[in-house]
């Protein structure tokens, strides 16, 4: 178990820096990942508008779920399933329709996953949206990384409870245990989120990748203003990929779906 702790943790541990410093780039990677899309929340165009490669983690069943999926895709970013999951704390309402809760049976676990997956076209993966009570199930977990896999899809652990039990499961399925190492976000401010940006470029400098995670919405206007700025002046020392590029180069992750997907 700790050794397994350790590799998932190999974004801060070293697992996956020596994988990556294996892998055909030598670049300093940063993977931004954009919660909360789906809902026309502010910042969703400015998001959508960036001159590098995002990714897009898109909630289904909401108004926009296939315009802003199909927009991200034509314009080159990767796109992944914002799947609602309950939390320990926190208002139901935030979860948005077709949620993860830890009274459902397991059939209806897979079924809700395998009609999200169908809701957000193009997508690629699925990280958690809130699930700080969830990703520490190891049951329901279970049942939501096979479906994952059986569609072709990889799992990003949102990181919401260091509890989590998604990279030990991860690598007990060969699938690759990403995980988000720092939230841009958790304060809005720009001052702030500028600090954790150059923050997780350092990280990618020294780590060779970092995976972080912004949101649209109520810091929306804010995250995107201060990714927009930064671009300029980071590109030269880190390159601004997808997650789906890092899960294949570190984790040489290939989607191998057994059951098919309408979500092309």
């Known amino acids: 178990m700790a050794l397994l702790i350790v590799f998932y943790a190999g974004i801060s ?3 996956p820096t020596a994988a990556a410093s294996e892998s055909t780039s030598n670049h300093k990677r940063l993977a931004i990942i954009i919660d909360d899309v789906g809902n026309d929340m502010k910042g969703t165009a400015e998001i959508l508008a960036m001159p590098v490669k995002l990714t897009v983690a898109v909630m289904p069943f ?13 314009k080159g970013m990767d796109v992944i399933v914002h799947m609602p999951m309950e939390p320990k704390k926190g208002r139901p ?17 897979r079924s809700r996953v395998e009609k999200a997956i169908d809701d957000v076209p193009h997508a690629i993966g699925m990280n ?5 009570k969830i990703t520490s199930d190891k049951r329901i977990m279970s049942i939501v990384l096979d479906v994952c896999k059986e569609r072709g899809l990889f799992f990003v652990d949102s990181r919401t409870n260091f509890r989590s039990v998604v990279g030990e499961l991860a690598i007990s399925k060969n699938m690759p245990p990403v995980g988000n190492d720092i939230f841009l976000d ?13 923050l997780a470029a350092q990280r990618a400098i020294d780590k060779d990748i970092c995976v972080v995670i912004g949101h649209v919405g109520h810091s929306g206007m804010n995250t995107s203003a201060v ?6 002046r ?3 020392q880190v390159q601004f990929v997808g997650i789906g590029d890092l899960v294949r180069d570190v984790w040489q992750w290939q989607s191998a779906p057994t059951l098919p997907t309408d979500n092309k």
Do not use: F, Y
């Open 13 to 15: 541990a070293g697992g």
């Open 227 to 232: 990714i927009r700025e930064s671009v300029s």
């Open 128 to 132: 958690n949206h809130m699930g700080s």
């Open 62 to 74: 909401l108004p926009t779920t296939k315009k802003d999926a199909i927009a991200a895709h034509e």
């Open 186 to 198: 958790d304060q809005n401010s720009k001052q702030h989120i500028r600090k954790q940006l150059d």
């Open 93 to 109: 309402e935030w979860l948005g329709p077709g949620a993860i809760t830890s009274n459902l049976t397991d059939e209806e676990v």
């Open 234 to 236: 980071l590109q030269n």
